[in-house]
């Protein structure tokens, strides 16, 4: 009997840890993006948005003052493909995922390392669309800090 509760007890918590097809497809996305960023490899990067896809900082300035800067998507494009591989290296420290129809967000705490050296950290919100059958980013907006980043 006590077997029989452990086994139903694996069940139950393996389910509830485990991830949809439509989450992993969203992860999947998010990575192709990062790996493309890793390896400055602007086909693999550039294929993961939607057309018309924006990117947001929120940024406080010397004074406190937050604004939001938006910046091109095909400029950041421009401007991965320009670094050598391994250059820029984003690590995320976990993904929480969000869905429903079309519709995705995702959470993503990071630090972000230039040239091996720890430069900043924040978190990223990613927000998806699913296009013909694929999900897109539509839109990431993401805090940048330099104080009290963990080592990832």
Not at 109 to 138: A, D, E, S
């Amino acid at each position: 009997m006590k077997m029989l509760f452990v086994i139903s007890s694996l069940l139950v918590s393996s389910a509830a840890f485990a991830q949809s097809a439509e989450e992993q497809a969203v992860r999947a996305t998010i990575t192709q993006m990062f790996d493309g960023m890793r390896k400055a490899d602007t086909t693999l990067f550039k294929a993961v948005f939607a057309p018309n896809a924006t990117l947001q900082s929120v940024i406080k300035n010397k004074e406190g003052i937050v604004s939001v800067q938006q910046s091109a998507i095909p400029g950041f494009i421009t401007s991965v493909g320009k670094q050598p591989a391994g250059a820029l290296d984003e690590r995320l420290s976990g993904m929480d995922i969000k869905i429903d129809g079309e519709l995705a967000t995702a959470w993503t705490p990071y630090t972000f390392y230039y040239n091996k050296q720890k430069n900043h950290c924040g978190v990223n919100v990613f927000t998806l669309v699913k296009l013909n059958g694929q999900w897109k980013i539509q839109n990431i907006i993401d805090t940048r800090r330099r104080e009290n980043c963990p080592d990832l």
